[in-house]
């Protein structure tokens, strides 16, 4: 091997290496962040990023509903609470509770890594959370199924380091 080409390689430079396709979830976050600051400034007066609140983001949550593909019925529907409806009916269609919480999970990282610190983040804010909560409820209801919440898996403790399982740095 020449000196240089040595050199390139032990430097980390090549001419070969393309740039990393970003993730899925990557470009969905990109995609994501790009449409909410399109919907702060297509606002009258246009909102500036500094100023946003969860108030502008419930009504994100609730302009996007427009687009959703999830059928909710409503209360005086004859088919709300059943699971698979016999017959179409007129109700709505919504963005599915799921959707919107993988969403405000994106967002959230987003604005973080644009700059945005923790303590500020209005897609943390918990209005946020009991509106999330208050569609995954209602949207169960609606469809007549109970909403599961994940078991979070019991950690043992064998008070013995040795015997963890999680990976320790010594």
């Known amino acids: 091997m020449s000196r240089e080409r040595g050199k390139d390689i032990a430097e980390g430079s090549s001419e070969n290496q393309q740039p990393a396709t970003p993730s899925r979830y990557e470009s969905q976050k990109r995609r994501d962040w790009n449409t909410f600051g399109q919907y702060l400034k297509n606002q ?17 949550l609730r302009y996007l509903d427009q687009f959703g593909k999830t059928k909710v019925h ?21 963005q599915a509770w799921g959707s919107l919480d993988a969403l405000i999970g994106r967002l959230r990282a987003a604005y973080e890594e644009n700059g945005g610190t923790p303590e500020t983040n209005p897609f943390a804010n918990a209005s946020i959370r009991v509106y999330l909560r208050e569609v995954r409820d209602y ?4 469809r007549g199924i109970p909403h599961k919440k994940k078991k979070k898996k019991q950690i043992s403790s064998k008070g013995d380091d040795e015997s963890s399982s999680a990976m320790q740095f010594s």
């Open 139 to 142: 949207q169960a209801k609606a």
């Open 44 to 60: 009258r007066p246009p909102v500036p990023l500094s100023q946003c609140n969860s108030n502008h983001i419930l009504d994100f």
């Open 74 to 94: 409503l209360q005086g529907c004859v088919f709300y609470g059943q699971p698979e409806p016999p017959a179409p009916c007129t109700c709505p269609l919504r």
